[in-house]
């Protein structure tokens, strides 16, 4: 039986430890088996992220295909609702404890989702390990994306040593305690108070001591904060185009802000950011949202005065 799902494409070379990587964090699809297509292995994921691409898989023998659902940590976020799916789902992974039904997309304040339990565990709140890290989260309680693990990776090659970085929405901590290995100060702020709980409990388990978290809303931070940033991160998709301002205005000049958002067309935003004074030198693709929608990511150079 062939499957048509999301898939990765990999240097063969990079195959097993791409592998490895894929089943840390979550991301790959036990139920399929990765593809050979000439020099590249095509690895099936449980859903869309950056650089992924629609595939046919054939089902990995004796295993059966398991309806649509995203990992993160030990629950299983499921696409429809279906209390029998759940089950083979639960079944499935050892280290599953719980598959939920989204009932709701990210909104609010708080940029959080509700859920409803279908199996195992009635919790929302798991581990996640990520490229050595090990991160608390509440589903229902914080904002987390594991789709963005990649991109904490390749933020974390451009980040040179000792940079002053802020983390303008920075949820549980994800980006602030990756950044922490290269930068002198992270400073991470949320207005979610759950959040920033987490937050300090996932510096503390990953022994992190660089990080400054910050309750606060981000439009306050230009009169709190003592510092001028050479790195900034807005992961705010719904509304992160509202707080640009206030970016441009605590990053150095020549510093670099990373603005993750929702777009509808190429460049769309590209004309607020050069009249606030940026230079966009990159704009990918992290992953699809919705129909006509996709998160994107903008790096943005501030100009030098």
Known sequence: MTVEQWGIRVPARQGEKTRQALIREGQIDLTLKPRRDGDALIFPLVSSRESAERCGFDAMPGRPVLP???????????QDRDPEGAQ??????PSLHTVVYAETEVSGEYRTRQ??????????????????????VDLAG????????????????????NEIVLDMFAGVGPFAITLAARAALVVAVDT???????????????RIKNVLPVLADARQLPGILPWKFDRII???PLAGTEFLPEAFGLCQPGGTIHLYV?????GEH???IRELGGEVTGERVVRSYSPGQWHAVYDIVVKKE
């Open 68 to 78: 649509r659902h995203e990992l993160v940590g030990g629950i299983a976020i499921m």
């Open 88 to 93: 083979k789902i639960l079944a499935s992974r």
């Open 115 to 136: 859920y409803e339990m279908l199996a195992g565990v009635p919790t929302t709140r798991t581990q996640v390990t990520e490229h050595g890290h090990r991160f608390t």
């Open 142 to 161: 914080a904002y987390f994306s594991a789709r963005l693990s990649t991109e904490r990776q390749r933020i974390l090659a451009e980040t040179r040593d």
């Open 192 to 206: 979610n108070p759950h959040a920033i709980e987490l937050m300090l409990e996932n510096l503390n388990a990953n």
């Open 234 to 236: 807005m992961n705010l």
């Open 262 to 266: 929702l777009v509808s067309q190429e």
């Open 270 to 272: 590209c004309a607020r």
